[in-house]
Every structure is written in C-alpha cells, then in structure tokens.
C-alpha cells in the first residue's frame, strides 16, 4: 500500500483526491488516457474508457505507461482485472490501420489476419472494402475512410489512421498578439490539437475558444472553414479573427442566410449547411469548393447528423472540435470520437476559475410553490403539457421581478424556453426581448446596448444559449428550458462567465417550481455543473421576497 | 516357500513395506481387509488399481507400459532395454505401490494390471504364436513398408478391403507372418513386429522428465500488492453477494441450483462475468454462509452476520479453505456443453477436481518466482498426472483453477503470493490483516450529493449509509450517491431527517454542502405525509355528530373503532360482523360495496368457485368383449410363467445343495490360483432367473469383474459374472 492520490476502483473509476501533495502531477500524468467525469470540490472522479484508452494509444502512449501509472499513484492495489482490462483493451487499437497507398489510394494494413478475417465480414464493413491485395492488406475507396474508421470503431477495432491529412491551400495566418497575450491553457489546447492531427478541445464557456481556434489556424497558416451555430456567433468569430490574427476583412467571408461569401477564411453556420433544397443539402459542396487546410467546428456537441455524414468524407482534412461539454444527450460521443478525432484537451471549470480566466459564479435554485389552483390544474394536466405548465408558471414572475429589482444596477440576463412566457416576462419588466424571430440587426443592436451598459437588463430565448459573448453580464436567470439538458444549463450559465472588468462574480438563478416534473428536470440539468463543483445552494421563494438572499 | 502369486509376495512383505503400500493406496485399508488373501484381492480388483495407475507420473507409467507388453516373468534389464536406464529407479516405485512384484523367477504383474492398462497397451498389438524372423523386416518390399509405417506407433489394427484379397504389402506381410489378420476387414500387427520397428523400444518419446514450466518473472512488489487487492476484491465480492440475496433472495431451480438468469443478475449487479460470479456463489456456498431454504429461495444463513464481524483474515479463510479441498468445479456453470449445470446445484462433482487443484496450488509453490505460462504449465500437469478418463476436463481444471487461484489472491499476476504460500503451508494468516487497507471512519461529502469514503469503511457506518445512499462505485473506496429517493429509504427504516443530518455531520471530513442539507429536509418534511395501511371494513356518515356518538359508545368497544377522518372510522372485523353488532346496538347500518354503491335487498351469496359434483358410486358397467378375452389372457401368460419358475427353484435349491459355498474373496483367491495353475474346478453359477446350476470350466482369465472359462459342459468358452458364482470347488 502506497499513499498516493488516486484510487483505483473495480468498476473502472479513478478517484482522485485533490487535497493530496500529488494530486496536480496525478492528474497530468492520467490526463491523457482518462476521462474526466466529475470535477467537484474534493475527489474528482475519473473514468477509464474504451475511447480513452485508444485516445492515448493514438497519442503514441502504450498500455505500460498506463498500467504504471495506475500502479504508481494508486493508494490502494490495483485491482487485476483492470489492468488485464487496459491492456487488452490497448492492445486492440493499431491492430487495423489505414495507410496512404501509391496504387490503391487507401488501404487497410492489418498486422494480425484474423482480425482482418473478422472485419471484413462484418455486415456494415464489407461494402466499404475494395480489392483484397494480399493476406493482410485490402484496398478502401479514399471517400470511405470516415465511414470505415466509424464502422471499426463500432466493432471494438478501432484503426490507426495512417493516411495523413492534405495541406490544403497555404494562406498567411499569424496570431497578432499586441495588447493581449494567448493563456497558457489555450496555447496547451491548440498544440494538443496540432500534434493530434485532428480531435476536440474542451474548454468552459467563456474561457476563450475562439483564441483555441485562431492559434489553431496560426499553425495550420491554410484556408480555414469555419462551422458555427448560428449568424451572430459567425459575426462574433469575424471580429475576433480580425482583432486576434493578422487577417484582414476581405480574407474573411461570411457564408450564412444572409451572405454567400467564400474567402480563404469562411464563416458558415450549420444551419445554412443543412438547408433542404428540393431535399438535396444545396450548400453542403461548400466542403469541396475550397481545398481547405483546416475545418473547426463550433459548439461541436451541437453537430448536427448530416453535417456527421458529411465529414466522413473529408476524413483527409485537419478538423477542430470546440466544445465545452462533450455530454450529448443522443449519446453520438462515439461519433465525434471516430470522425472529428479524439478528445486532445480538456481542464476541470474550476481549475481556470482559480486562474482568474474566468469569472466565479454561485449557482442559485431558487423553489417557488404553485398556488393551490396551479396546483389542481397541474395534477389534471395532460403529461406532455405538463413540464410547460409548470415552467409557465405565474410564481415564477413573481420571483423574477424580486430578483431583477435586488440586482438593480447589474447586468442582467433572463433566460426562457418558452415564448409567451418570455413576451410576458419583457412586458412586465419593461425590457426588451431578444427571439428567435428577431431580425439579426436588431439582435445586434440590442447586444450592443447591452455590452455598452446602455440597457441592463435582457429577456432571451434559447437564440442567446450559444456563442454570444456579452462581458458584463453578471446575473442570469434562468426560468424554464429545453428539459432536462445538461449541457444547455452549461451554456447558460457560460453567458455570465466572461471574467469581469472588477473581478466580481457572477449568479445564476434556476428557478424551478417545488414538487414537479419542473424540479426532476432542473435536477439532471443540474448534474453537470454540480459535477463541475458548482454547487447550488437551495432557496425558497419566500426567501427572495424577503430580499434573503 | 514357493513365491509366485501376489498374495504370496504380499505376505512376504516386511510392515515398512506395507505402510508404505498403505500410504500410496489408502483405499486398500478402507475398510480394513481380513486377510492377506483379501487384501491381495482388493489390491487387484480393478476400481483399486485405476486408481493407483492414475497416481502415477507420466514416466512411471510409460515404465509400467512397458512392464505390460512384455513376457512375464522379465527382468529389470529387459525393461530398461526397450525404455530408458532411468528406469531402473522408477521400478521400485511401481514395487512399492503393488503395481509390480517380485517373485522367484522375475518380476511380475499382478492380475488384472493388463486390463486395466487397456486392450493396446501403448499402441501394440497382441503377442503372436508365430516363430518370426525380424531381420526379414529390413527388406521388406516398399508396399509393405508403407503398410507398416502407418501402424507403427499405434493403432496397431488396420483395415483392409477384403482379406481374401489384399494389396501386395499386406499380402508380403501376411504370409511371412508381420501381420496377422482379426477378422474379414482387420489385420492387426503383432507386438514382437511392432517394438522391432520402434527400434526395440516400447515408447516413441521416453518422458523421464517432466517438461519444464515456463513463464514470465514479475516485480515481487507487484505481485503482493496485487494479491492483496484480489484478497480485498473477493471479500468484497462475497460481502456483496450475500447482501444482495439477503434483499432480493434469488429463487433454486427445480433440479436445485441457482438459474442462469439469477446468476446473470448478481453478475451485472457486482459487475463481473459471469464465470466469475459462480464461482463466488459456489464459494459462499462452501463455507455455508448461504444455504437453499425450505422454500427453494436462496439465503444467507445465520453464519454471515457472524462472518461479517470476523477479522478479514478469519473471512478470508473461511471461503478459501473449503474450496483448497472441494470436488466441486464451479468453472463448468455456463459451458456451452453442459448449458444446464448451475451453480449450488447438483451436477458440479468431478472426480479429480480436488486432486488436480492440489497438484496446481504445488506447482505453483514450487514455482515461486513466475508467473507460469498456461501451455507449458499444463503440459507439466499432464506429466505428473496423466489423466485416462478425462483429460479434456483435466486441462480445464488448470485453467480454472488458476484463474481461481488469482480471483482469491492466492496468486497475484499470476504468481504464488506470500498470502498464498502461508495458507497452503497451514500458517497464521495475520499478514492479510496487516497488508489490508485500515478501515476509515469517515467520508467526504461533495456538491453533487454524492459522499466517498476513501476506503474500505468501518461496519457501521457502512451499514447506515448503506441505507440512506446508493453505492455508485465499488472498490478500494465507494461512492454513495444520495437522492430524494435514498433519503425516503433512510426514513423509512425509521431514521429522522436531523438524524440523517446529524450522521453526516459526524462522519463526514467536510462540511455538508447545502443541497444535501436541503434535500434531507425537504423529503423528512414530506414523508409520511401520504399513507397507506391494511384494514378490514369502514364506517362512514356524512353526519360527524353520529361518528362521534359511535366511537363513544361503550358497547361498541368490541369494535376497536379508529377514526381516521371526521367522516371515517376504520375496524379490523369483517364488515358483516360490524354490521350485526350496530344493528345490535340500536344503529341502522347499510352495506355499501366497493365501488360506493348502497347494498339493498335481502343478502343472497353465491359461492366464487366453479361447481364440482361428488362423483357417482354405482354398479360397475359390464365389461366388453375384448376387455374380458384380454384379462383371461393375461392370467394364462402369468400361470404358466409361474409354474415354470417354481420348477427351477426347486432344480436350484438341489444344486446349491451339492455345492460348497465360498465366499466372494475366497471364490476370487480360488479362481485366481486356478488360472495360475491352468487346472479345471466346479462351480455353482445362478442364471438370469435366479436358478443356480453347476459347471465343470477350466478358467482363464478374470476380467471386468467376469470370468472367462470354458465350460466342459457345452466345451464352449464361456463369460461368468463372478458376483452369480454361488461357490467354487475343486475337482
């Protein structure tokens, strides 16, 4: 028995406590090949996966090193099993791999037929093989390389992809960085995706992803595609291209609704990408237009299907994930794994609040009870109207009001789901309302009052989850959402995370209605920050009204 | 004194001799024979001597193959020249366990040796009659040679299309008498051919040594480090086991035994496969802290409240030390060819289970210093104990039981640990206690209600939060997570929301976070809010002045009337007797029904159950026809046969008179003598029908528990069954 940080457990969770002398050197020495799970305030829970384990062997580490490493900072023996388990599971990657090849193009090269015997059987493998060449080596079509890796990986023979990336199109990208300096943390993210070859980095909200992304395309110095959500998160990744990187406005196109542009550096959002025409995806060619040397994609977590399809079959360009959850509640990690690449950086949310990068924030779920009525109403309600009923519910504007009049002053953003709700909300408080069907401009204006200080408070709906970069906003509350999603909660919360000018810190209030489908919901929305070490305290309503806060 | 029956080398012996023929051969003093006699015949009955054979290491059996094939009596030099010099030290061997003796001309096999050897004793024909020249064997044309090639390490027999006319090789090798034919389709190849062409040797490969283990060297430190934690991981799979069915109790099959869906079940709940969690089943099982109840359902007994205040150590000693001797193989349990074998139940028993996991566990002591690779450890097994029933199984067996051996941390990566070794030698195993990890009395408590005790924790608290939290996550540590559901559990084993709080505040390292405290609270102040309860029939009036007046009244105590609203009364008797009891008391009750309907009219039941008439005694019916000719048949067929057989009862009870009557050794030390000395005698010999009649045979040989004779009578050879031989007697 050695005292060291970590715990090994059987059911293969690392546990690591992080009050422990060692902790910081554990957790860089696991890093590589576990998944962080759960970061709160003591032990943090990590998680050996299959994924993970291939992640480190495609970073070049073998199964020795990680059984070392288990060994080396476990404080109790590690239980056999597992180790057999890693290096079994190690063992299994590289087995297969794809290889660039003079005659055939692509080709996959086994070093153990059997293997090869079993795949090429496989149903969902075998339309996707050319020519067999010899024993161990079969001829893929170059378009098939994403799908195959896809397919393998689903088998549990995930291959080592040999094949190497284009250069794509060489174009001037240098990182300008005269009143700024790039963080520590985000020059670490964009040289683990650079060696990687492709993968995704995961950062918090408001940690500065857009930074990953131009010191990314500095290293690439090619044109660049850019994926992102929505039209004024593309504004936003433009100005921070033209302020970051010595790009200037005519090297960057914006390819949205709005604007067709294609430049050495496009902007396109994922809904323009997936626009039906006559059923055919119109503007998915933008992938084929440009020989592109580098694809990022934004709010990866949010990559919709066809735009997966679609990158199974530019398997041979540098592709970056950003994100700041990887939780999918479709459970398509294993996609992003497999056609974006593997996980190349992650970091603990409260470990870059410690650095200062970004703001702290105390998280509030404050319970209102129904009236009696509501409550009657809601027990007759039917169960798919039910979740509307109570997230609507009257209490909670009550609250609202309490809370914007206590946080007079500040800037303020309150976040909604459904519309009527919102309309009300704005109409009682006297602010304006930022939606779905509000015109980009005016979208932009309001923004811009916003940051300037001009208006202090906002009613948004879910139009304003992703990709807005609103400073100083330093409250946010949140009256109802998309179920139970963990990570639009994240998100949410990433909108008051911008470290402010006066290092205060930020709040966010959940208000959630006591004893319904309402409170079960804001429970798993919850589970990922909570995971995150944000502890939410619990507030009743009355508490608020009362100004206890 | 003339010395050539085993009976009289055995009497010869000297008692150091017989001790140790006692030791190799325990059953030969279980029970103890009466005599000499008897104990040669039990030495040489063939069940005895299986056994001893399967004693025997390769080599010493490769030895007594060779002793087999030859002509009795030989010499020690006629042994080592068709095996090994080495075979000079193994005979003594053989001597000591009563596989070989010697008497005044040579040595020899006890009877029945050969027998039990097999019909081609290491893949040679039988001895031919034919005076042969071997040396005409070198010249043999190539036809024949080819012939010869394929029979020569055995099968010795080979089939050919037609003997009246086969090809020129065996045709060359008939006549000169290298073959000799069997029957229409089989020629077989004489032993003297056979060894000839082995090169004067009985064996192909000579195995003198046993082939060496190989195997790959591991970092002590390791290997203890890791055997301590499968010694924590299988008390804890047990722990885990036995808690489960102490909460869901997993239902015996019909044949006895735990099904595969319940064993998939405690499989998934511990997180282990399958073969793994019978095998931990199995071993709870052993050590009888879990037992078949009554009523088929499968619980831990009073022995597991006992164990789980025990030491580890002591814990650990209790499930490892009846499996060191068990004959059940818990590694047969979901084998695709025996699908139906399951856990606790029946069909696990094998044979030399027991022995081949000893001989395992001593190689694996010898071995201490590596990890053995599986091929070459079970070759080594195989050498020391070559297994003629099942070897199949046998390999099985190592396998398993090295698998076994690390699941309890004999082993740790394979290699014997110190834990092990200790327990194999009989030593104190307090070391285990010293090694374990110290148990923790505390947690810590995280933001996302969910509490890690860093260690194995300490009974008690563990048994509470047991309670008021799900474990998440097991192993060197656990992870409780804690829910509005968790809580309601803690409450409803009668625990207090400040209680729990109070709980927690004591154990925990770190403050409780809010949320929890919150949550605590919050659930303690709804439970019990909604409740549910057991009763018989209700009283109810929308007048409550009328209730009150009811539950006041002294002769209504009888009723033991509660009042569970204004409006409501409950009572445990059947609403008919409370209805006669108020109307008794002067009130005018109405039965009401489930559903709230009012009971009018006169009370008319029906009963729940379908009508079953008794059934109808009367005159029997008249038979038919073919009924009637069919019992008179029947009765003729069973006269007739019964008046046969008290004829030959009585043609029986003559002949038994005539005879001497022995008992069974004496009938088999007779016979025996008399095969030796090729002289005729008389026996008694009951047929099928019990009907004993007597025979004048010459005996030849006892096999398989038959004697083959040739019988004067019908001067036909003859199988007798020696337990039907009534007696013997000498001419």
Redesign the interface.
């Given at each position: 028995?050695t005292d060291g940080p970590l715990?090994?457990?059987?059911?293969k969770?690392l546990?690591l406590?992080i009050d422990h002398a060692m902790s910081t050197e554990c957790r860089r020495a696991i890093a590589p090949f576990a998944e962080l799970e759960?970061s709160?305030?003591?032990?943090h829970?990590y998680r050996l996966t299959n994924l993970g384990l291939w992640n480190a062997r495609a970073a070049g580490h073998d199964a020795e090193m990680v059984i070392d490493t288990l060994?080396k900072y476990?404080?109790?023996?590690?239980?056999?099993?597992i180790?057999v388990d890693v290096a079994e599971t190690m063992s299994r990657y590289g087995r297969l791999r794809l290889e660039a090849d003079p005659i055939h193009g692509l080709i996959l090269v086994t070093t153990d037929t059997a293997v090869l015997e079993e795949v090429i059987r496989a149903k969902k493998i075998a339309p996707l093989l050319g020519v067999r060449i010899d024993n161990e080596t079969i001829a893929v079509h170059p378009s098939q390389r994403g799908q195959i890796k896809q397919s393998l990986l689903r088998l549990g023979w995930p291959a080592e992809d040999f094949a190497g990336y284009v250069d794509g199109q060489a174009h001037e990208i240098a990182l300008k960085q005269t009143d700024w300096k790039i963080r520590p943390y985000q020059e670490l993210a964009a040289e683990g995706f650079w060696h990687g070859g492709s993968g995704v980095v995961v950062l918090p909200c408001g940690a500065g992803k857009t930074i990953v992304g131009a010191a990314a395309m500095a290293h690439a110095k090619a044109t660049t595609l850019i994926l992102v959500t929505n039209t004024v998160a593309a504004r936003q990744w433009r100005e921070e291209l033209l302020k970051r990187t010595t790009l200037n406005e005519d090297e960057i196109g914006e390819y949205s609704g709005a604007k067709k542009e294609i430049r050495p550096v496009t902007i396109a959002t994922y809904q323009v990408m997936t626009k039906k025409k006559d059923g055919v995806y119109a503007h998915l060619d933008l992938f084929d237009t440009h020989d592109w040397g580098l694809i990022i994609y934004d709010e990866v977590h949010l990559l919709p299907a066809p735009i997966f399809r679609f990158t199974a079959d530019i398997q041979s360009r540098r592709r970056l994930g950003l994100t700041a959850t990887l939780v999918r509640e479709d459970g398509m990690e294993g996609e992003v794994f497999s056609l974006i690449g593997p996980k190349r950086f992650d970091v603990p949310w409260k470990e870059i609040e410690s650095q200062g990068y970004i703001a702290p924030a105390q998280c509030v779920?404050v319970r209102v009870n129904l009236s009696e009525t509501e409550r009657l109403s809601y027990a007759t309600a039917e169960p798919e109207e039910r979740y509307r009923f109570c997230a609507t519910t009257r209490t909670k504007r009550n609250v609202v009001e309490s809370l914007v009049a206590h946080h007079a002053g500040e800037q303020i953003l309150v976040i909604g789901q459904y519309i009527d709700q919102l309309d009300e909300l704005s109409e009682v408080l006297g602010v304006p309302l930022i939606k779905g069907e509000t015109p980009v401009k005016e979208r932009e204006v309001l923004f811009n009052k916003f940051r300037s200080g001009e208006i202090s408070c906002l009613v948004v709906s879910k139009v304003a989850n992703f990709s807005i970069d609103l400073p100083d906003a330093t409250i946010a509350i949140q009256v109802s959402g998309a179920f139970g999603s963990r990570q639009e909660e994240a998100q949410r919360l990433g909108r008051i995370l911008r470290p402010k000018s006066d290092g205060r810190s930020a709040t966010f209030y959940s208000v959630v209605s006591r004893?319904t489908i309402d409170q079960d919901f804001a429970q798993n929305r919850q589970?990922f920050l909570?995971?995150q070490?944000?502890?939410?305290?619990?507030i009743d309503a009355d508490d608020v009204f009362q100004g206890k806060l | 004194m003339q010395m050539r029956s085993f009976t009289d080398y055995l009497r010869s012996v000297d008692d150091a001799a017989l001790l140790e023929l006692f030791t190799h051969r325990a059953d030969l003093i279980s029970p103890v024979p009466s005599d000499m006699a008897s104990l040669a015949v039990r030495a040489c009955s063939a069940p005895s001597l299986a056994r001893a054979i399967d004693g025997l290491n390769q080599w010493q059996f490769q030895v007594l193959e060779a002793c087999a094939v030859i002509n009795e009596p030989f010499s020690e030099k006629q042994i080592v020249a068709i095996t090994e010099k080495a075979a000079v030290d193994v005979l003594p061997e053989l001597i000591v366990r009563g596989l070989l003796y010697p008497s005044d001309d040579g040595m020899r096999l006890p009877n029945s040796v050969r027998e039990v050897l097999g019909n081609e004793i290491a893949g040679l024909g039988p001895a031919t009659m034919a005076k042969l020249n071997l040396k005409k064997l070198d010249e043999a044309p190539d036809s024949a040679k080819k012939v010869l090639e394929r029979l020569i390490w055995g099968p010795p027999r080979g089939s050919v299309g037609d003997i009246k006319n086969p090809g020129p090789g065996v045709t060359w090798l008939l006549e000169e008498n290298f073959m000799v034919p069997l029957d229409q389709r089989t020629v077989i190849l004489p032993r003297e051919v056979g060894i000839y062409l082995r090169g004067g040797k009985v064996h192909k490969e000579r195995e003198v040594t046993p082939p060496e283990i190989k195997g790959s060297k591991r970092d002590d430190r390791n290997v203890q480090l890791a055997a301590i934690a499968n010694v924590a991981t299988v008390l804890r799979w047990a722990d885990e086991i036995l808690e489960y069915w102490a909460q869901e109790p997993a239902d015996a099959l019909r044949a006895g035994g735990l099904g595969v869906r319940d064993l998939k079940i405690i499989a998934t709940h511990m997180g282990i496969d399958e073969n793994c969690a019978a095998f931990i089943a199995e071993l709870v099982y052993l050590a009888g802290l879990v037992t078949i109840d009554a009523d088929d359902k499968i619980l831990p007994t009073n022995n597991f409240d006992i164990w789980l205040t025990q030491k580890p150590s002591v814990r650990w000693q209790a499930i490892a030390a009846p499996w060191l001797i068990t004959s059940r193989v818990s590694g047969l349990v979901g084998r695709a060819e025996s699908k139906n074998t399951a856990a606790l139940g029946p069909e696990l028993d094998r044979v030399n289970a027991a022995s081949t996991r000893a001989l395992v566990l001593k190689l694996l002591a010898e071995n201490k210093k590596i990890a053995p690779e599986l091929e070459s450890f079970t070759k080594h097994v195989k050498w020391c104990s070559p297994s003629k029933r099942n070897p199949g199984l046998q390999e099985e067996m190592v396998q398993w039981t090295l698998r076994e051996a690390e699941w309890l941390g004999i082993t740790g990566q394979g290699v014997i640990s110190k834990y092990g070794q200790e327990f194999l030698s009989g030593e104190d195993l307090d070391i285990i206690d010293a090694d374990l990890p110290q148990p923790v009395d505390h947690i810590l408590i995280q933001s996302d209600n969910t509490a890690i005790a860093p260690g194995p924790l300490v009974h008690d608290v563990a048994a509470v939060l047991a309670i008021i939290g799900d474990i998440e996550s097991r192993g060197g540590a656990t992870v409780y997570r804690f829910t509005d559901a968790t809580i309601r559990r803690g409450l409803d084993h009668g625990k207090t929301g400040d209680e729990i709080i109070d709980f927690l505040r004591k154990t925990s390292k770190t403050p409780i976070p809010q949320p929890l405290e919150y949550l605590i609270s919050d659930v303690a102040k709804k439970h019990g809010r909604l409740r549910v309860g057991n009763t018989s029939s209700f009283i109810r009036c929308e007048d409550p002045a009328l209730i009150t007046q009811i539950i006041s009244d002294k002769r209504l105590d009888i009723l033991s009337l509660r009042r569970i609203a204004p409006e409501v009364m409950i009572c445990d008797m059947d609403a008919h007797d409370v209805m006669n009891v108020l109307r008794n008391a002067g009130y005018l009750p109405a039965a009401e029904s489930n559903n709230g309907l009012l009971l009018t009219g006169p009370r008319s039941s029906r009963a729940q159950s379908k009508p079953r008439p008794p059934r109808i005694i009367g005159e029997l019916e008249v038979p038919t026809d073919a009924a009637l000719s069919a019992a008179i048949r029947t009765i003729r067929v069973g006269e007739k046969s019964s008046h046969k057989q008290s004829t030959l009862r009585n043609i029986a009870n003559n002949a038994l008179g005539a005879l001497p009557r022995t008992t069974a050794n004496e009938t088999l030390d007779v016979l025996l003598k008399y095969i030796q000395e090729q002289r005729s005698l008389s026996i008694g010999y009951a047929d099928n029908n019990g009907a004993v009649s007597h025979r004048i045979i010459d005996p030849l040989k006892i096999s398989a528990g038959s004697l083959i004779a040739r019988d004067h009578g019908t001067g036909e050879m003859q199988t007798f069954r020696i337990p039907r031989i009534t007696g013997v007697a000498p001419l």
């Open positions: 028995m715990i090994v457990q059987s059911d969770t546990l406590d759960r709160p305030e003591h032990i829970t060994i476990s404080r109790y023996a590690v239980p056999h099993s180790l779920e004893d589970r909570a995971e070490g944000y502890a939410y305290k619990i | -």
